[in-house]
């Protein structure tokens, strides 16, 4: 650094600010310090400035399944944000989110000298470890449900879901059927409390419950009890995935969408504007999930006031799998 302040005429703290992205330096003289930084092929030594600073300028981020479409888009918003901010991100993807497993890696992310760490939980048994991690380490929660004992950032689930399900009550369907996730999944079950909580509102019948496992080999199987019931018109779905095999189900049987029956899913994957027809979804922002998760992590790292909870609000996407009730 001695050598790039020598070179561009400056001081030494005049090249901190300029490598720190300062505002407080004007543009002539930023200009200087780039191009000797360039000229001396200069590259800041992070160990040396963690030791000098105390910060690594490196995040952690545990996360147990990244091959469903939820988990890894939260993945990567929380890397899209972090690297904006001037952050490293490290990523551990372990085989479970069991207590024992979660504690261990918040620990070895913690001696390898990472300023903080987000853990993506969606599954409720992942509840025990968050309530065991150290109280003076930096850890944001991301999708842990309403109990959560740390700061948590999350989707609002629950009205996502209940605008799906208002969506299709006000095209004059009687009652909605629900095609929900998983048991263990905090997301699975905030969409059956807002599909619930919809059609109570509304005065319709709650119907049973069906569930699948995420996957369009789930949706499809689902498909035979819905084929069954001559009377359902309208299914949201948890996920697109599920969607999707539902619809190729119904496409066999010859049950046209939305005629004979509307269907709705959940996450506006980037393929579900071109099923067949076009899926009507409930879009989630991640990105902007990212943007908040890394915003309390960054509080509690330096110390200052931070919310314990923040919610990204979701989207109804209207398409063509949707429409007016069958008389």
């Known amino acids: 650094m001695a050598d790039v302040a ?85 990523v551990a993807s372990v085989r479970s989110l069991s207590r024992s497993i979660v504690l261990d890696t918040v620990q070895k992310f913690r001696d390898q000298g990472v300023d903080g760490v987000a853990v993506i939980a969606p599954l409720r048994s992942c509840a025990d470890a968050l309530r ?9 929660a991301v999708e842990a449900g309403s109990t959560a004992s740390i700061p948590v950032a999350t989707v609002d689930q629950r009205a996502g879901a209940a605008a799906a399900t208002r969506h299709l009550l006000n095209l004059g369907h009687k009652t909605v059927w629900h095609v ?75 049950r046209q969408v939305p005629h004979d029956i509307s269907v709705v899913g959940f996450d506006d994957i980037p393929e579900a504007a071109y099923f067949t027809p076009p899926l009507t979804t409930v879009r989630q922002d991640f990105a902007e999930l990212g943007r908040r998760c890394l915003g309390i992590l960054l509080a509690r790292i330096e110390g200052g006031a931070q919310p314990t909870r923040v919610v990204v609000p979701t989207e109804l996407v209207a398409r063509d799998s949707t429409g007016v009730a069958r008389r």
């Open 6 to 90: 020598r070179v561009a005429g400056v001081s030494h703290q005049t090249v901190s600010r300029v490598l720190h992205d300062s505002p407080n330096v004007r543009g002539e003289t930023r200009e200087r310090v780039l191009k000797a930084i360039r000229q001396l092929d200069y590259r800041p030594n992070s160990m040396a400035r963690a030791l000098a600073t105390g910060r690594s300028k490196t995040l952690g981020v545990v996360s147990s399944d990244t091959t469903f479409y939820g988990p890894a888009s939260t993945l990567l918003g929380i890397q899209h944000a972090a690297h904006e901010a001037g952050y490293a991100v490290s």
């Open 180 to 254: 929900g996730g998983p048991v263990d999944w905090q997301e699975a079950q905030e969409r059956i409390l807002g599909w619930q909580s919809a059609l109570e509102a509304a005065g319709a019948k709650v119907p049973p419950l069906l569930r699948g496992d995420w996957t369009p080999r789930a949706g499809y199987e689902v498909g035979e009890a819905i084929l069954g019931d001559p009377a359902i018109t309208a299914v949201f779905v948890a996920n697109d995935q599920m969607a999707l095999g539902l619809l190729r189900r119904l496409h066999e049987a010859g």
């Open 132 to 140: 065991q991690l150290p109280p003076d380490f930096a850890v944001v």
